[in-house]
């Protein structure tokens, strides 16, 4: 695919994070250590880190020129039809505005109809927030990145549960990823064989904003490498430990 590279869909937006000795409680104030601002958002951070792995990618979302706070709107079709598919081997979408998303992932299969093999794009959409019309997502990605939470909103207890009941929703050929925190991560393909990983804490828990696009960014790094599900997965839940020991993600691969 030579320079060919990942686009992310999805969500840009600011961090503001505050620093407290010990979780606030109810009802009570609390004296804050310090603040940072940091760029955030399940797209934008996916980006990050796969720039941080070397990996050449782009990231699609409004921009605020002016005050922080603008209500921004989410990508259309009309403005995915401008984008030049031909640059891109990957399109991951975090699951948004769906029915404008399903209308974009179409545009997309139609383009990988017309081409050989070796120039199709991939595409993966993540499924975090336990909202109905996202639900309509699972069918349409080569891999699908399920949520704990949304795999708990189905009444699902463990990762290779979720893994079992959600795969039927997908469609034929695809593979489910669901990562279930401190519990590490499980993904199954299409020969219904469920590959787990144990999750990699670090020596010190300082923040895991993040840790899930930090996963999903590692685990589309090295799929979009030739990695096998294994090693992706292994390599995901690796970065994202690691990210759960920095703020922010600067030193991710020191």
Not at 16 to 37: F, G, H, M
Not at 54 to 61: K, L, N, R, S
Not at 113 to 123: A, G, L, M, P, V
Not at 191 to 213: M, N, Y
Request: glycine share 10%; hydrophobic share 35%; charged share 25%.
């Amino acid at each position: 695919m030579g320079d060919k590279k990942i686009l992310s869909i999805g969500l840009v937006c600011l961090d503001i994070i505050n620093v407290v000795d010990k979780y606030p409680e109810e009802d009570t104030d609390t004296r804050c250590l310090s603040q940072r601002w940091q760029r955030g958002g399940n797209a934008s951070n996916t980006c990050t880190v796969l720039s941080l792995l070397g990996a050449p990618c782009a990231f699609m979302g409004s921009l605020a020129p002016g005050p922080v706070a603008e209500n921004l709107p989410d990508v259309s079709v009309e403005d995915f039809s401008k984008v030049d598919l031909s640059q891109y081997k990957w399109i991951h979408w975090e699951g948004r505005n769906a029915d404008e998303q399903v209308k974009m992932i179409e545009r997309v299969r139609e383009y990988n109809s017309k081409q050989e093999e070796k120039n199709r794009i991939t595409i993966s959409v993540e499924i975090e927030k336990t909202r109905e019309p996202l639900y309509q997502l699972f069918p349409l990605g080569d891999l699908v990145f399920v949520s704990k939470d949304v795999a708990q909103h189905f009444g699902f207890t463990s990762a290779a549960a979720a893994l079992k009941g959600i795969y039927g929703r997908l469609r034929k050929g695809a593979t489910l990823i669901c990562a279930w925190a401190e519990k590490g991560a499980d993904a199954m393909g299409p020969d219904g064989v469920i590959i787990h990983s144990d999750a990699f804490p670090p020596e010190k828990l300082v923040d895991t904003l993040g840790a899930g696009d930090t996963f999903n960014a590692s685990v589309i790094y090295s799929l979009s490498n030739g990695g096998s599900l294994q090693d992706a997965l292994t390599f995901g839940c690796q970065i994202a430990g690691k990210k759960c020991g920095i703020h922010g993600y600067d030193g991710i691969l020191h």
